[in-house]
């Protein structure tokens, strides 16, 4: 059973942190490794659930995995590829939606891919059935059973004209991971071209694959008999660094994020100023603070790359309750990324949210009953209260939450937050935090 974790709020964050490896690159770089011949190398590797749950899948599958969490080192070496059992794959798995993106690579190198029943964040739609309908696109054979789906490829995998109604991430991945074996030439259109597909790029290229990405959401992937391996650097998490921005201004602190890159975060440092964050950006990373001058109001609106990414929509949000004035947020990805909002209101904040597109344009949510707008009143002061995490990102949200308020909080299921947060408890004290746990 998770622990309790109760936070002091009313504590300024100062000091410095490091972010690692986003983990949007690193666990899909990590099931790339299964397309080589030879060994592959990933560096900047966090110590997160997720990497755990990838390196067991990994080695359930026959890969011979050597971690070293301190250096941020992973060696996989998956000459020995075998078959594993679903109960096998159902144990590591969990709640995880990963294992849809071994299908096509265990389809290259076995013939076959068995996919228990998925979980993952409960933030909106994310069914499987596009991933399904991209393996068939190839091929492959889906037949589902009472053990999961078993997909098989009698004729082997063959290059395909791909169109994605919505540029989806996973579906751009499993794609990727997919054609680079196939026999012949993949055309993805309408693809995701966000900075962690572009490094998932650079770690198939370095195998061996021949992938070009044209400027209209185009990709076409030229596909090869073989693959090597990789030696890769991962690039750095985005989305942490985004997040300890949104806790630094939320309690009027300052916090240095090492590692954290300028360009990959262009679109949100535009939006944490014009809130009226400070940033001071240099080669080793950019700091994060609150200038002493009142936060300003602000309407933003997430969307697929280069707009502001979802999931510095959640953070932005906490920020803004201490923002003076009305804000607007339009989540356009995930329509129910905004149903976190309940537990702030109960905080103290003043957040409503509206089944109407109340953004700059319409959306796809627009004529469908999801609540996918918000209207959040500031500033108000936050006060502790009892809280379950909902999702990794709005986990992290709380967690914002509590910092910045007043009295002492008592967050249940803290653990999800591990899934994407290398060490947050070791950050939070280096940064000045009052927590602990029962």
Not at 126 to 135: A, Q, S, T
Not at 404 to 420: M, N
Request: charged fraction near 20%; include cysteine.
């Amino acid at each position: 059973m998770s622990s309790t974790f109760h936070v002091r709020g009313g504590h300024t964050l100062d000091g410095e942190i490091t972010v690692r490896g986003a983990k949007n690159l690193v666990s899909k770089a990590m099931v790339a490794a299964l397309l080589g011949e030879q060994p592959s190398v990933l560096r900047s590797v966090p110590d997160i659930r997720d990497v755990q749950i990838v390196g067991e899948l990994l080695k359930v599958h026959g890969v011979k995995v050597e971690r070293d969490v301190e250096s941020g080192v992973i060696r996989m070496d998956p000459s020995a590829v075998e078959k594993a059992h679903v109960a096998d794959i159902d144990a590591h798995a969990g709640s995880s939606r990963i294992p849809i993106l071994f299908c096509g690579p265990l389809l290259h190198r076995l013939g076959e891919a068995i996919i228990p029943d998925l979980g993952g964040c409960r933030i909106g739609d994310r069914p499987i059935n596009y991933h399904l309908d991209v393996l068939r696109s190839f091929g492959a054979v889906v037949d589902k059973r009472e053990m999961g789906i078993y997909i098989t490829a009698p004729d082997g995998l063959h290059g395909a004209n791909i169109h994605l109604e919505y540029p989806s991430v996973g579906a751009t991945e499993q794609v990727l991971l997919t054609a680079v074996r196939a026999e012949g030439v993949t055309e993805l259109t309408n693809a995701a071209v966000e900075p962690e597909i572009e490094d998932l790029i650079a770690v198939l290229q370095k195998m061996g694959a021949i992938i070009s990405v044209q400027t209209d959401r185009t990709i076409i992937i030229e596909g090869a008999d073989t693959l090597g391996g990789y030696e890769h650097v991962a690039i750095p998490d985005r989305m942490e660094a985004g997040s300890w921005a949104c806790a630094a201004l939320v309690t009027k602190g300052s916090v240095f994020v090492r590692g954290a890159q300028q360009k990959p975060m262009a679109t949100f440092l535009n939006t944490f100023r014009k809130i009226g964050g400070g940033i001071d950006i240099s080669e080793e990373g950019i700091r994060f603070y609150h200038p002493g001058t009142p936060l300003k109001a602000i309407a933003v609106e997430t969307d697929v790359h280069p707009g502001l990414m979802t999931d510095w929509q959640q953070p932005l949000v906490v920020a803004l309750t201490q923002a003076d004035g009305i804000s607007i947020v339009h989540e356009t990805v995930y329509e129910n990324r905004l149903g976190f909002t309940s537990a702030l209101n109960d905080m103290g904040a003043h957040i409503q949210v509206y089944r109407e597109c109340l953004g700059g344009s319409s959306c796809r949510f627009g004529r469908r009953n999801f609540n996918h707008s918000a209207v959040i009143s500031g500033p108000k002061t936050l006060h502790g209260a009892e809280i379950t995490v909902p999702d990794l990102r709005g986990g992290f949200s709380y967690l914002i939450a509590a910092l910045g308020a007043e009295g002492i909080s008592a967050i249940h299921g803290i653990d999800l937050i591990d899934r994407g947060y290398e060490q947050f408890r070791e950050k939070l004290t280096a940064l000045g935090a009052e927590f602990w746990e029962d």
